[in-house]
Structure formats: C-alpha cells, structure tokens
Nanobody
Framework: QVQLVESGGGLVQAGGSLRLSCAAS????????MGWYRQAPGKQRELVAG???????RYADSVKGRFTISRDNTKNTVYLQMNSLKPEDTAVYYC??????WGQGTQVTVSS
C-alpha cells in the first residue's frame, strides 16, 4: 500500500511554469513505475509523463520538450516540472504508482 498526495497545482498564465509534487507515504525506490496523468473535462485520463525505478522517462508527444519528470527516492517524491504552459494543458493532474495507486489530483488551469 502507498498513499500519494499531490501539490503544486494552481492558476497560471500561458507561457508560465508550475512544479507539481507527489509525496508518497513510504519508500518509492522499489516502485517500478511512477507517473503523472491528467484528465480534462469530457476527456479520458491520459499519461503525461512516467519514470521507472531506473530513471527511464517517457512523455506524451504533446508535452515533450516542455515537461520534465523526476523522482527523489530519498524524499519519496516525484516531481513534474511544467514549462511553457498552454491553455490545453488545463486539467486535473494525478500522480500514479504501479500497480494501481492514485493520488486525489491537483487542478492546473492555464489562462490564455
């Protein structure tokens, strides 16, 4: 079992930046995959970025070059640095830990 708590969401203008944090209730060093997903109104939840225990990352095409995922096993925390934000990035962002653990979500709103 692991509980995940996201933070760092908010309202930002287009072109701005935000950093999301996902704090886990226990060590994440043994969790093979952790990721950030997002869900906009009327749309399906989609993978934004993921990172393996070995540090391999993957990104949705829509965020490549703008978002960076990282993990700090000493702090049991995963981060999502989001730069050059666009209005279409507006969504609830969820932290995920394999196999099926989810945080409560944090709202990100990007104004044009």
């Amino acid at each position: 079992q692991v509980q995940l708590v996201e933070s760092g969401g908010g309202l930002v203008q287009a072109g701005g930046s935000l950093r999301l944090s996902c704090a886990a209730s226990r060590s994440i060093s043994s969790i093979n995959f952790m990721g950030w997903y997002r869900q906009a109104p009327g749309k399906q939840r989609e993978l934004v970025a993921g990172i393996t225990s070995g540090g391999t990352t993957r990104y949705a095409d829509s965020v490549k070059g703008r978002f960076t995922i990282s993990r700090d096993n000493t702090k049991n925390t995963v981060y999502l640095q989001m730069n050059s934000l666009k209005p279409e990035d507006t969504a609830v962002y969820y932290c995920h830990a394999a196999l099926n653990y989810w945080g409560q979500g944090t709202q990100v709103t990007v104004s044009s």
